[in-house]
Each structure stands twice: as structure tokens, then as C-alpha cells.
Nanobody, 118 residues
Framework: QVQLVESGGGLVQAGGSLRLSCAAS????????MGWYRQTPGNQRELVAK??????????DSVKDRFTISSISRDNAENTVYLQMNSLKPGDTAVYYC?????????WGQGTQVTVSS
């Protein structure tokens, strides 16, 4: 059974940085894509960033001015994805969920809280 284990969330002051990590286990197949989504109460889950197995990246408009092209990265051999978040704002406060597309099926992590204080 595929499991995604996330780590790296927490409390940070505005302007600070956090690095999220997510490792997929329980599969011998490389994920087609891996990424991070976030959700706040009463709102839909939204994409933050994702990366395909050939290294193509995609970022939400809300983070493009603060995240670089290398902010999301992955280790294909380990089915692990990382997200380096810099210049964080209070508006980035949310539960962040790891996502992996494996054999064209979506899998989700349990979520990790990111709180940015002003």
C-alpha cells in the first residue's frame, strides 16, 4: 500500500523559510509527478508546486515571486519530493499536503501544518 510521509512543517515568522519533505513508500514504481498542495478552512485544496519525473516544474501564481525554479526538487530513486519555501507570508498559513501520481493514481499525505506569524 502506497504511503506518503511528510515532514518539515511548523511555525515561522514572516520572511522566514521552511523546507517540506515527503517520501513515498510501498511502491516499486517511480511517481509520474509529485507535488505540494495546501488548504485552509472553508477553502478548496490548491496547488503550490509540482514536479514531473523529467524535472518539469509548475508553481502557483501566489508563490512565483518568492519561490525559484529549484524550490521544488525530487529524488526519483527515493520517490521523495522537497519544497523549499522562502520569504513566507502569513497568507501562506495552511495545511500542506503532499501528492504523488503513481501509475496515474493520486495519493495524498496526511498533511503538515505551516503557520506563518506576522
Amino acid at each position: 500500500q502506497v504511503q506518503l510521509v511528510e515532514s518539515g512543517g511548523g511555525l515561522v515568522q514572516a520572511g522566514g523559510s521552511l523546507r517540506l519533505s515527503c517520501a513515498a513508500s510501498g511502491t516499486a514504481f517511480r511517481a509520474n509527478a509529485m507535488g505540494w498542495y495546501r488548504q485552509t478552512p472553508g477553502n478548496q485544496r490548491e496547488l503550490v508546486a509540482k514536479i514531473t519525473n523529467d524535472g518539469t516544474t509548475n508553481y502557483a501564481d501566489s508563490v512565483k515571486d518568492r519561490f525559484t525554479i529549484s524550490s521544488i526538487s525530487r529524488d526519483n530513486a527515493e520517490n521523495t519530493v522537497y519544497l523549499q519555501m522562502n520569504s513566507l507570508k502569513p497568507g501562506d498559513t495552511a495545511v500542506y499536503y503532499c501528492n504523488a501520481l503513481i501509475l496515474w493514481r493520486d495519493y495524498w499525505g496526511q498533511g503538515t501544518q505551516v503557520t506563518v506569524s506576522s
